[in-house]
């Protein structure tokens, strides 16, 4: 059986900059990361990756996420949402500050 939580705690650390726009897609950093957002109808290709070496966590790859590969780009459907880590950092929050 599957002993794995129902969820997994996030914890980006503290937001570092605004969400600002680039291209179609809404991005917002913070300490360990950024949260990105295609709201549009039109799905991103090839998006440059903000940081060199980040791995792309989503809905289908989250209980795994330690075992993503870093990317220099990515794409990013419409109507949907990604975190990219940035290198180094972990999808909980035990790098974090309390």
Do not use: C, Q
Request: aromatic letters at 8%.
């Amino acid at each position: 059986a599957d002993l794995a939580p129902l969820w997994i705690p996030m914890n980006l650390g503290k937001a570092v900059a605004e969400y600002h726009r680039e291209g179609p897609i809404y991005l917002r950093e913070f300490e360990d990361g950024f949260v990105v957002v295609n709201p549009g109808t039109k799905d991103a290709k090839d998006v440059p990756s903000p940081v060199k070496g980040m791995r792309v966590i989503h809905h289908g790859n989250f209980r795994s996420a330690d075992r993503v590969a870093a990317v220099s780009s990515f794409d990013l459907p419409a109507h949907r949402g990604a975190i990219l880590l940035k290198p180094g950092h972990k999808i909980g929050d035990e790098d974090n500050a309390r």
